[in-house]
T-cell receptor, first 118, second 114 residues
């Protein structure tokens, strides 16, 4: 079975600085997808960035980028020029490329709470 | 309404009550999910429906009873809950087709069992 581990329960970053959130996963599959989701306080969980395992190039979305190391099964999220609105819980998630019983299952980590200091 | 909506947003119930949580998605997706989110624990997948058919029941106690009348609506019926069932219950949807990847989440229902 696949597992996702986020070893940093909480992180802090100064506004305008850069922070990296860690995520490792375990799987025997060769094809899969990885995600970072953001859950602001009392607000909806939204997708931040997605990485396809078959792509060597790291995904980027504006100030958000990932460092995907497939052999090491590592998938870290880098937030550049941190803003107060980036404060949230960040969840790393894994999804197989092939469905089971016609459905895709998502495996989530325990989350990292990011505080942004003004 | 757009995206995934959930009602109620907050619910307080006694252990002998019966209540229901509702989820509706306006995205045309065919898969819907119930998750339980507790502090310092990974999101726990509870149930998955694909085209209204339940495809996953993650060993959830029978005091939680899901219902999916169509691909847009999902309910979670609750009865004789325990205090440890207090948590944030999240609904999500996705398109269970190749080429579509991420889940879309609702805002959740904060459940407190007294």
């Amino acid at each position: 079975a696949q597992t996702v581990t986020q070893s940093q329960p909480e992180m802090s970053v100064q506004e305008a600085e850069t922070v990296t959130l860690s995520c490792t996963y375990d799987t025997s599959e060769s094809d899969y997808y990885l995600f970072w989701y953001k859950q602001p306080p009392s607000r909806q969980m939204i997708l931040v960035i997605r990485q396809e395992a078959y792509k060597q190039q790291n995904a980027t979305e504006n100030r958000f980028s990932v460092n995907f190391q497939k052999a090491a099964k590592s998938f870290s999220l880098k937030i550049s020029d941190s803003q107060l609105g980036d404060a949230a819980m960040y969840f790393c998630a894994y999804r197989s490329a092939s469905p089971t019983s016609g459905t895709y299952k998502y495996i989530f980590g325990t989350g990292t709470r990011l505080k942004v200091l003004a | 309404e757009t995206g995934v909506t959930q009602t109620p947003r907050h619910l307080v119930m006694g252990m002998t009550n019966k209540k229901s949580l509702k989820c509706e998605q306006h995205l045309g997706h065919n898969a819907m999910y119930w998750y339980k989110q507790s502090a310092k624990k990974p999101l726990e997948l509870m149930f998955v429906y694909n085209f209204k058919e339940q495809t996953e029941n993650n060993s959830v106690p029978s005091r939680f009873s899901p219902e999916c009348p169509n691909s847009s609506h999902l309910f979670l019926h609750l009865h004789t809950l325990q205090p440890e069932d207090s948590a944030l219950y999240l609904c999500a949807s996705s398109q269970a087709l190749a080429g579509y990847y991420e889940q879309y989440f609702g805002p959740g229902t904060r459940l407190t069992v007294t």
